[in-house]
C-alpha cells in the first residue's frame, strides 16, 4: 500500500512538472515568434519549440506544417498528445484521485479547480 502511495505521489509530481514545463516552452516560443515577426526571421520558432517539447515526430503525423495556432494547439490541448498539458493534467489528477486522502486539501484544490477550469475550455479547430 506504501509503495503504491509513493508510485502515484511521485507521477503526480512528474506529471505537475510537465504540465508546467510544457507551458512555459509555449510561451517562450509565442515570444520568440513575437520577436522574429517584428525583426523579419524566417519563422523556425514553432519548429525548435515542438523539438524543445520532444513532440516534432507526433506532431507532423497530424500536421503537416507547424504554425502558431497548430503548435499551441497539439502542445496544449490535443488529446492524442501524451505530452500535451491537457494530457498531463488529466493524469496529474488520475494519480492525486487515487491517493486523495494523501494529499493537502490545497494540494487537491488546486489540482482539480485547473482541471475542472480546463474541462470548461473548448478545443479550437
Known amino acids: 500500500m506504501l509503495s503504491r502511495t509513493a508510485d502515484s505521489l511521485y507521477w503526480l509530481a512528474r506529471y505537475v512538472e510537465r504540465t508546467e514545463n510544457v507551458a512555459r516552452i509555449v510561451l517562450v ?23 524543445a517539447t520532444g513532440c516534432e515526430p507526433g506532431f507532423f503525423e ?22 500535451s498539458v ?9 494519480n492525486a484521485r487515487a491517493v486523495r486522502t494523501a494529499l493537502t486539501a490545497d494540494m487537491w484544490d488546486a489540482l482539480n479547480e485547473t482541471w475542472l477550469k480546463r474541462a470548461n475550455t473548448p478545443r479550437r479547430r
Do not use: Q
Open 29 to 51: 516560443g509565442h515570444r520568440m515568434a513575437s520577436m522574429a515577426r517584428s525583426l523579419g526571421s524566417s519563422g523556425d520558432e514553432w519548429l525548435s519549440t515542438l523539438i
Open 86 to 94: 491537457f494530457s498531463c493534467l488529466e493524469t496529474a489528477r488520475r
Open 62 to 83: 497530424k500536421y503537416s506544417e507547424p504554425s502558431a495556432a497548430s503548435v499551441i494547439d497539439y502542445l496544449v490541448r490535443d488529446p492524442d498528445n501524451v505530452s
